[in-house]
């Protein structure tokens, strides 16, 4: 099991200002809770032991939230100073990793998959980077990627209509080693310069999975989460338990139990 994860949120968020104007993306609010407290709950359930977050855009609003709240986690903080693209963000970050693999997790996405399947499918094929592939239908927002029957990534296509695809879930496991040894710039295109040029050089997989998945960067998904996170809550047997300490059990509990209501219905 892969217990490093890097957690990328120093994005501007453009496209969610119209709604959220005056904190970064990951810190958008859901019912008074900010969107990174799921990720980092999820991440904790999941058995993650050590928290890189790569910051950027108003990064001591997120240092503020995440020291006041998680006072006990292992954490390190990378801030961009000048926008470095995700993959010199993902490079600097792995100046910080430990081990010899690590997570990495987009800070507006939620895809709650099973990490420990993650780690295992990784380390099992030797994988120079495996990405969590979510199957979509009737889609435009994202590219597509395409997979073998081995599971080795095939190709990264381009945003177009698509009845039925998958896409990149936004969790990936990568080798640390393998990708600093590659001749990149500070800042550049993960997606761009190093997926989709070493794609078929390198061994990239994807791994399919089936679980909740929420990218909140546009308004429209945004409010659609705030819709799920009702309906999650009502799922919860947690639902009408009386608590003081409203975030961290709430979220811990609830959310989760009543996510996992939904998935097993």
Known sequence: MIKEAIILAGGLGTRLRSVVSDVPKCMAPVNGVPFIHFIIIYLKKEGVERFIFSLGYKSDIVIDYVDKTFPDLDIEYVIENTPLGTGGAIKLACSKVKSADVL???????????LKDLSEFHHTKKADFTVALK?????????????????SIRAFHEKKFCEKGFINGGVYALNVNSFLHEPLPDVFSFEKDFLEKNTGKKKFYGLECEYYFIDIGIPEDYDRFIRDFNLIFDKSKYHKKDTSDYATDFIGETFFEGLLSIITD
């Open 104 to 114: 990495i997790i987009n800070g507006d996405t939620l895809f709650n998959i099973n």
């Open 135 to 151: 199957e979509m239908r009737n889609f435009s927002r994202y590219g597509s990627v395409e997979i073998n029957n081995d599971y």
